[in-house]
């Protein structure tokens, strides 16, 4: 695993988590955006007493915001990035937040978020982080996915590249695993913030991208050839 989003200061890790976008500047993203990200995922959580797995987490943003909605349960943010763990840990601060690398993860969970992270997976690594979602979300356990349509990888530099001409699509990718249920959110009831960055539709900003907002189900397949990992 190549780390990715090198970033050394509590601003840079803010940046790196939601830049401009569909007219929206990334500090009314920040603010606006986190805790309606964070009630509509809380809404798929099965007990109070769930185990959250925050898949990209970045600096911790929406984990934050869960731990303060819902006071019950504990989140697991993991990263490629230690910059961004470390980050994380400071900013979140919570004894119920825990960061971790993706090959450290080795505890089923009860529901996986994963919010703007997919999009920037590189295509030689998106098989495995959909599978290892798949294989640590206990049995009918909910997936929650918001990504853009659009490919921007992170390359080794540290810089997006589009290679959406490898032929890569992301939500076929996750529906190998998963089932949709439907959309995260009800889009006539959102603000427009919402409205604008998870639907471009009736956005004014040229050029605006969806990142369409999804829930899932894990599917049981029986035999799925997962990345390696150690099975019982």
């Given at each position: 695993m190549i780390p990715r989003f090198i970033v050394n200061t509590l601003d840079q890790a803010m940046d790196s988590v939601v830049g401009d976008c569909n007219g929206w500047l990334s500090k009314d993203r920040f603010e606006l955006e986190t805790p309606i990200f964070a009630k509509a995922i809380?809404?798929?959580?099965?007990?109070?007493?769930?185990?959250?797995?925050?898949?990209?987490?970045?600096?911790?943003?929406?984990?934050?915001?869960?731990?303060?909605?819902?006071?019950?349960?504990?989140?697991?943010?993991?990263?490629?990035?230690i910059g961004e763990?470390?980050?994380?840990?400071?900013?979140?601060?919570?004894e119920r937040f825990q960061c971790i690398l993706p090959e450290e993860l080795n505890e089923p969970v009860d529901l996986i978020y994963c919010i703007y992270v997919l999009q920037h997976v590189p295509a030689i690594e998106l098989r495995h982080a959909i599978e290892r979602m798949h294989y640590y979300l206990k049995p009918g356990g909910k997936l929650v996915y918001c990504s853009s349509d659009y490919r921007l990888a992170i390359n080794t530099n540290n810089n997006?590249?589009?290679?959406?001409?490898?032929?890569?699509?992301?939500?076929?990718?996750?529906?190998?695993?998963?089932?949709?249920?439907?959309?995260?959110?009800?889009?006539?009831?959102?603000?427009?913030?919402?409205?604008?960055?998870?639907?471009?539709?009736?956005?004014?900003?040229?050029g605006s991208i969806p990142h369409p907002a999804k829930v899932y189900v894990r599917k049981t397949i029986p035999n799925v050839p997962y990345f390696k990992v150690e099975h019982e």
């Open positions: 809380s809404f798929y959580l099965p007990s109070e007493s769930s185990v959250v797995l925050d898949y990209g987490c970045g600096m911790g943003r929406i984990a934050k915001e869960m731990l303060k909605q819902n006071k019950q349960i504990s989140v697991i943010g993991l990263d490629a990035s763990l470390t980050q994380a840990k400071a900013y979140v601060s919570d997006f590249t589009n290679d959406s001409g490898l032929g890569v699509n992301v939500r076929y990718e996750v529906e190998r695993l998963f089932d949709e249920i439907g959309d995260l959110f009800n889009l006539n009831e959102q603000p427009k913030i919402i409205r604008d960055i998870v639907s471009a539709e009736g956005c004014d900003t040229k």
